[in-house]
């Protein structure tokens, strides 16, 4: 498992941007497959994207897609989501995850493919 950090969360109006951080602690960063979840109140938790090991392959939800960025750099042990055209359905704690297995794009995309997460970054966006 890794120790992971996440940071830049926030109160943003619909139609504004947010940038979030995730730092990891340890080596072998590029060994991991690294994602984003969220999950809102009341809600279970959900994919948002994830990265592959060298960053050459990202995957979306279809309710970012166009809007989130995924990217990392593996000489920082960083991965950051961009958001943009923020709404409010958007609002949600924003975690970061990794896993070093080699799953399938559809186990990638759920909870249980990850077994490290860090603590979470509240994500709030106003009408």
């Known amino acids: 498992q890794v120790q992971l950090v996440e940071s830049g969360g926030g109160l943003v109006q619909a139609g504004g941007s947010l940038r979030l951080s995730c730092v990891a602690a340890?080596?072998?960063?590029?060994?991991?497959?690294m994602g984003w979840f969220r999950q809102a109140p009341g809600k279970e938790r959900e994919f948002v994207a994830f990265?592959?090991?060298?960053?050459?392959?990202?995957y979306y939800a279809d309710s970012v897609k166009g809007r989130f960025t995924i990217a990392r750099d593996n000489a920082k042990n960083t991965v950051s989501l961009q958001m943009n055209s923020l709404k409010p359905e958007d609002t949600a704690v924003y975690y970061c995850?990794?896993?070093?297995?080699?799953?399938?794009?559809?186990?990638?995309?759920?909870?249980?493919?990850?077994?490290?997460w860090g603590q979470g970054t509240q994500v709030t966006v106003s009408s």
């Open positions: 995850a990794a896993t070093a297995a080699s799953y399938r794009i559809d186990v990638l995309t759920t909870p249980a493919g990850y077994n490290s």
């Open positions: 340890g080596r072998s960063f590029s060994s991991y497959v």
């Open positions: 990265s592959g090991r060298s960053g050459g392959s990202t």
